[in-house]
Antibody, heavy 125, light 107 residues
Framework: EVQLLESGGGLVQPGGSLRLSCAAS????????MSWVRQAPGKGLEWVSA????????YYADSVKGRFTISRDNSKNTLYLQMNSLRAEDTAVYYC??????????????????WGKGTTVTVSS | AIWMTQSPSLLSASTGDRVTISCRMS??????LAWYQQKPGKAPELLIY???TLQSGVPSRFSGSGSGTDFTLTISCLQSEDFATYYC?????????FGQGTKVEIK
């Protein structure tokens, strides 16, 4: 069974840092791209970041570019999100998701087929 | 970036109803569209990918259609467990994006 388990959330002051982890099991981790998605309280889903299976390609939302860093350790089957310079608007539940590949009209796209339960990040003084 | 407009934001319906949710893109994305269901306090779950392909285990009352800029999620016969919030997502290009969500509530 494919499982994703996030950890590392908590309360942090504005300007602080936090590192989220996502432990994966039940699939060949290095063969899949992975993503982070967040949801602020009472709001919709916001895509945050993605990383290729090898870790060689990374992508970010404009709202976190330059502050967040996605990475992975394929030897540990673990995905990370390093979050620096945190702001109140970063307060959210953060989900990691396994991304499956779809080949349509000439290129690959990655949709999220398995999600973790999420970890809560609160940025407040 | 690709902008998405999902409508309606709130849909009131009864068990047994046929409901449709729309998602419109600011530019063509071929069939690179997914639909997710989210229940309160839970993680989203994938319903449909590639605009119309049903994820394994998802009931056949769910269907997706469309290509290019206009997409639709249809629930043919609403069941009690279908009252939830639904999101579309484009994965044609980065940055990926979700629609604003449609809450399906009991009328």
């Amino acid at each position: 069974e494919v499982q994703l388990l996030e950890s590392g959330g908590g309360l942090v002051q504005p300007g602080g840092s936090l590192r989220l982890s996502c432990a994966a099991s039940g699939f060949t981790f290095s063969s899949y791209a992975m993503s982070w998605v967040r949801q602020a309280p009472g709001k919709g889903l916001e895509w945050v970041s993605a990383i290729s299976g090898s870790g060689g390609s990374t992508y970010y939302a404009d709202s976190v570019k330059g502050r967040f860093t996605i990475s992975r350790d394929n030897s540990k089957n673990t995905l990370y999100l390093q979050m620096n310079s945190l702001r109140a608007e970063d307060t959210a539940v953060y989900y990691c998701a396994k991304a499956s590949r779809y080949y349509g009209s000439g290129s690959y796209g990655y949709y999220m087929d398995v999600w973790g339960k999420g970890t809560t990040v609160t940025v407040s003084s | 970036a690709i902008w998405m407009t999902q409508s309606p934001s709130l849909l009131s319906a009864s068990t047994g109803d046929r409901v449709t949710i729309s998602c419109r893109m600011s530019q063509g994305i071929s069939s690179y569209l997914a639909w997710y269901q989210q229940k309160p306090g839970k993680a989203p779950e994938l319903l449909i990918y590639a605009a119309s392909t049903l994820q394994s285990g998802v009931p056949s009352r769910f269907s997706g259609s469309g290509s290019g800029t206009d997409f639709t999620l249809t629930i043919s016969c609403l069941q009690s467990e279908d009252f939830a919030t639904y999101y579309c997502q484009q994965y044609y290009s980065f940055p990926q994006a979700f629609g604003q969500g449609t809450k399906v509530e009991i009328k």
